[in-house]
Nanobody, 120 residues
Framework: VQLQASGGGLAQAGESLRLSCAAA????????MGWYRQAPGKQRELVAS???????YYADSVQARFLISKDDAKDTIYLLINSLKPEDTAVYYC???????????????WGQGTLVTVSS
């Protein structure tokens, strides 16, 4: 599975930004897709995920402003970030997980990351 993230850039606080992640390869094997972010000097954190089985998940810190969606026809997921804040500045990574062998093995795939910079 290959993941290509795009849509990052420079934005002002209060604006919105939509990130895209196009998946290619053995798409049918993917169970969950999501977005992580890593701010300077901080650990990578999960901000949102989407699954046909379990629905959507959002980190508490972003739940009111982030919206994850999926276009199956395009094998693409999106992350809409509303009301951008300077603390949203980070590299955003697309992630895909394939769970196999009765849940005992998890294959994980990562996109290259896209930088979001929010100015105040």
């Amino acid at each position: 599975v290959q993941l290509q993230a795009s849509g990052g850039g420079l934005a002002q606080a209060g604006e919105s930004l939509r990130l895209s992640c196009a998946a290619a390869g053995n798409i049918d094997s993917i169970n969950v897709m999501g977005w992580y972010r890593q701010a300077p000097g901080k650990q990578r954190e999960l901000v949102a995920s989407i699954s046909s089985v379990s629905g959507t998940y959002y980190a508490d810190s972003v739940q009111a402003r982030f919206l994850i969606s999926k276009d199956d026809a395009k094998d693409t997921i999106y992350l809409l970030i509303n009301s951008l804040k300077p603390e949203d500045t980070a590299v955003y990574y697309c992630n895909a997980i394939h769970i196999r062998d009765l849940g005992t093995v998890k294959d994980e795939y990562w996109g290259q990351g896209t930088l979001v910079t929010v100015s105040s």
